[in-house]
């Protein structure tokens, strides 16, 4: 029988900023020309959630929305891009901080 220390742990839930991350980053995959339900598949998340996140995203201005073929395509734009550098250089930081102590200090030894 397993004891609590001996689970695995359950996946980490996903906070809106990492939403709006991995939104961003597949919108950004395909360069101008994503339809909602590749972001929907690239993102994991259903399409009627996602629509609502991608309303905010547009409405932030970190995604423009452009006519494709008679249907609506996402694109990332600057303030996006800008988003992006700065939330990945943030769970950098975050992952240093939540990093054991202990595996720190072994490294300093070695």
């Given at each position: 029988?397993?004891?609590?220390?001996?689970?695995?742990?359950?996946?980490?839930r996903r906070e809106a900023t990492d939403l709006y991350a991995?939104?961003?980053?597949?919108v950004k995959r395909y360069h101008g020309a994503a339809r909602i339900t590749r972001v929907s598949y690239g993102a994991g998340m259903p399409v009627d959630r996602l629509r609502s996140l991608v309303d905010r995203l547009v409405g932030l201005g970190l995604m423009k929305v452009e006519d494709l073929d008679g249907r609506p395509a996402y694109d990332i734009t600057s303030r996006g891009q800008e988003f992006l550098t700065t939330y990945w250089k943030m769970r950098a930081f975050i992952e240093v901080l939540e990093a054991n102590p202990e595996d720190r200090i072994s490294r300093?030894?070695?």
């Open positions: 029988m397993l004891s609590a220390r001996d689970e695995p742990a359950a996946p980490r991995t939104v961003l980053e597949v300093r030894r070695s």
